[in-house]
């Protein structure tokens, strides 16, 4: 998988979903990411605390995190009782917030490319296709997958070059449960969203 810049995957869902297709969740996103960072990256590289909640307040009410956990973890999911799977959606999100926004400080609306919709708005599931431009003028394809829920559309997944994010993470994640435990994925993610190293 090609390194894209995790802020432009995070500017492309950043958008309240009620009352708008999909593609206008993904191109108003690129604008309010692109608001959001004017004129502040340098005061937000050097205050992490601020940037994480920038990104959260504008990732929170557009992000699926329920159904994206419970896509990445599958089978354990119907395993997990109900704290278990509260701690895992918290603690997934927060380790993502995190690992997109330093990323999002190198945001540049400009590389960003969305192509006309040509799913089927009728349907439960969606993907919007958009294209990235990296610094070499490599352009690769990043899509992202829509649920509909009651509010509207919401983002759950990312796809870049193909290789969907929810299953690379259900791959990896199910591995580390196999050799240890729920609880320790649980407690190792939410050492990386305290930013406190898991053998610390």
Not at 56 to 64: K, M, S, T
Not at 119 to 128: A, E, I, R
Request: glycine residues 4%; aromatic residues 8%; charged residues 30%.
């Amino acid at each position: 998988m090609k390194r894209i810049l995790p802020g432009m995957i995070l500017g492309l869902l950043s958008l309240t979903a009620a009352a708008q297709s999909p593609n206008d969740i993904v191109s108003e996103a690129v604008d309010l990411l692109d608001e959001a960072l004017k004129d502040r990256k340098e005061e937000l590289a050097a205050d992490k605390d601020t940037l994480y909640a920038v990104i959260d307040e504008i990732l929170l009410p557009r992000f699926d995190r329920e159904f994206a956990a419970k896509q990445v973890l599958r089978s354990h999911w119907r395993s997990a009782d109900a704290e278990q799977r509260e701690r895992f959606v918290n603690a997934f999100y927060q380790t993502l917030v995190r690992k997109y926004a330093e990323g999002a400080l190198e945001f540049d609306q400009s590389r960003i490319e969305i192509h006309p919709f040509r799913g089927d708005l009728s349907k439960n599931y969606v993907k919007v296709k958009t294209t990235v431009r990296l610094d070499d003028g490599t352009k690769v394809p990043v899509d992202y997958d829509l649920r509909k829920v009651d509010s509207g559309w919401m983002i759950f997944n990312v796809n870049i070059e193909g290789i969907s994010y929810v299953r690379t993470y259900s791959t990896e994640m199910n591995a580390e449960i196999q050799r240890s435990s729920l609880d320790a994925v649980i407690e190792r993610l939410e050492s990386e969203a305290s930013g406190v190293a898991a053998d610390e």
